[in-house]
């Protein structure tokens, strides 16, 4: 496939901006304004962005959120750049350092007097928890200042082409797309101070975040903080599961839903659950093959409604099977997989290749936490909920005092959780940092309800127990 920016889709429209060129490794790149570095050389056919430290094995991209540092390259001298979450710029010069890059000899700031400024709260993250806590909290009152490392926010949702199911008040039957943009222009419309593309590395316990936008570092003095840092995905163990073509399905959303550009020709989609459903469809969609979809389990994990879609469109899901290798020499060339009785064993003589030259792995999340426990914050291991997540109160309070955790960084759930959480946590922070008042009771009442709403019947049962067991007294978080 020569061209692999995407320039005709049934749902999107990739409104590209200025073209221009870049340097990597002393050939030209083409790329288009907002592009990131990571899309624009995945498009002209590089697959190969870094290497191992110990093996020097070659590493792909694969969660494409800056997440998971498989796309770190030197750009104009800087090593160490993600260059997922880094848009491409004109006449700028990237090249691949390897698994050990040299000390830069560059101005990297130290000594400079670094701006410091005072607010009342910081929103981290802007996906669907971190834009309705900016929105409760200007609601009521707040100044609100939101960080995102996204050109745009919106998070994850503004890779969902795909309605929404839920209650009608929870924008059920809307486009998870239409949602972001809506919830980011109501943010915008309340005055909510947004921060694009820039990284939050940490927190000082004087109540201080750290920031860097394009190199610069900046230090906000915060009243609070909501900490909606989201989630990330997790790996399979297989050989040959470092190779470039093995991609997250979250990256290989974000590649071609955001991006506008198709990770390959013909993918294996390894899990059956709601994401690796959708994202099956999705490559449908934008014109890629699926070869077929396998699930361990021995049921589909997703809704039937999406399964019977890619069903429909003629790709097979293979229940009880498990992947146990990806062919090639050094990047994705095929698969190979087989059946799994119900002890997990191999099903002997079921073994086979599958053609393929990307390996998609939707085998589910784990909350992004690593904010959170350099703050401190109290943390349990909850299985229910995806792996650890810190200890809260009811209102979303962590046990390090003016922190505030809401959406997948507090447990693995649905969008509309997410924010419902971001509604109870932000009006909680406004409480807490201002006088008592009825508006504010009311929106905490209003989010608690739709949460119960939410988690109750058997579907509900994992997240509310999960929820039970790290919600804490009060007391406890001090
Ligand atoms: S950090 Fe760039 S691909 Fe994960």
Same mark, same amino acid.
């Given at each position: 496939m020569s061209e692999k920016r995407i320039f005709d889709h049934p749902v999107l429209? +990739?409104?590209?901006?200025?073209?221009?060129? +870049?340097? +990597?490794?002393?050939?030209?790149?083409? %790329? *288009?304004? /907002?592009?990131? !570095?990571? @899309?624009?050389? *995945? %498009?002209? #056919?590089?697959?190969?962005?870094?290497?191992?430290?110990?093996?020097e094995r070659p590493r792909g991209f694969f969660c494409?959120?800056?997440?998971?540092?498989?796309?770190?390259? @030197?750009?104009?001298? &800087? =090593?160490?750049v993600r260059t997922c979450v880094t848009q491409a710029e004109e006449n700028m010069k990237v090249e691949r350092h390897g698994a &050990? =890059?040299? +000390? =830069?000899?560059? $101005?990297?700031? &130290? /000594?400079?007097?670094?701006?410091?400024?005072?607010?009342?709260?910081?929103i981290i993250g802007g996906g669907p928890a971190g834009l309705m806590a900016a929105i409760t909290a200007a609601k009521l009152g707040s100044e609100v200042h939101l960080f995102d490392e996204g050109s745009n926010p919106g998070g994850q949702l503004i890779k969902q082409t795909h309605q929404f199911f839920g209650?009608?008040?929870? $924008?059920? /039957?809307? &486009? #998870?797309?239409?949602?972001g943009e809506n919830l980011a222009e109501e943010a915008q419309k309340l005055g909510v101070n947004i921060h694009p593309k820039?990284?939050?590395l940490g927190y000082y316990f004087d109540r201080k975040v750290a920031v860097e936008r394009k190199g610069r570092f900046e230090i906000y003095d915060v009243g609070g903080i909501v900490y909606a840092g989201g989630a990330i995905e997790n790996y399979l163990a297989f050989e040959n599961n470092d190779f470039p073509g093995v991609y997250g399905a979250g990256g290989v959303q974000t590649l071609?839903?955001?991006?506008?550009?198709?990770?390959?020709?013909?993918?294996?989609?390894?899990? @059956?659950?709601?994401?690796?459903? !959708?994202? @099956? *469809?999705?490559?449908?969609? %934008?014109?890629? $093959?699926?070869?077929e979809v396998i699930e361990a389990l021995p049921t589909i994990g997703g809704y039937q409604v999406h399964a019977s879609k890619i069903r429909r469109a003629g790709v097979p899901i293979q229940t009880s099977h498990t992947i146990v290798k990806a062919v090639g020499e050094d990047e994705v060339e095929g698969a190979v997989v087989h059946q799994v009785d119900e002890d997990w064993k191999k099903v002997e003589g079921t073994e086979r290749k599958i053609d393929c030259d990307i390996i998609c792995l939707a085998v589910g999340l784990r909350p992004d936490t690593s904010f959170l426990r350099q703050a401190d914050c109290e943390m349990e291991y909850v299985a229910e909920l995806g792996g650890f997540v810190p200890l809260r109160t009811e209102d979303?309070?962590?046990?390090?005092?003016?922190?505030?955790?809401a959406g997948d960084s507090a447990g693995i759930e649905e969008a509309t959780v997410a924010a419902l959480e971001g509604k109870l946590a932000g009006a909680a922070l406004h409480e807490e940092l201002n006088e008592e008042d009825e508006e504010t009771k009311r929106l905490?009442?209003? %989010?608690?309800? /739709?949460?119960?709403?939410?988690?109750?019947? =058997? *579907?509900g049962k994992v997240p509310r127990l999960g929820v039970k067991t790290c919600t804490v007294d009060e007391e406890v978080c001090g």
């Open positions: 429209k +990739f409104d590209r901006g200025q073209e221009f060129y +870049f340097e +990597f490794e002393g050939k030209k790149i083409k %790329a *288009y304004e /907002g592009e990131t !570095i990571a @899309s624009a050389l *995945y %498009a002209d #056919g590089l697959t190969k962005f870094t290497e191992s430290k110990i093996l494409a959120i800056g997440k998971c540092s498989s796309c770190i390259m @030197s750009v104009n001298g &800087r =090593p160490h &050990r =890059p040299k +000390f =830069p000899g560059i $101005d990297v700031g &130290r /000594g400079k007097e670094i701006k410091e400024k005072e607010i009342e709260i910081a209650s009608h008040e929870e $924008d059920a /039957g809307t &486009r #998870g797309i239409v949602i820039t990284k939050v071609m839903n955001e991006e506008g550009i198709v990770p390959g020709e013909k993918v294996l989609m390894v899990g @059956s659950g709601n994401v690796g459903l !959708i994202v @099956s *469809y999705q490559l449908l969609q %934008a014109g890629v $093959d699926v070869a979303m309070r962590t046990t390090t005092k003016g922190i505030y955790v905490k009442r209003e %989010a608690k309800k /739709g949460l119960e709403q939410m988690r109750k019947g =058997p *579907y």
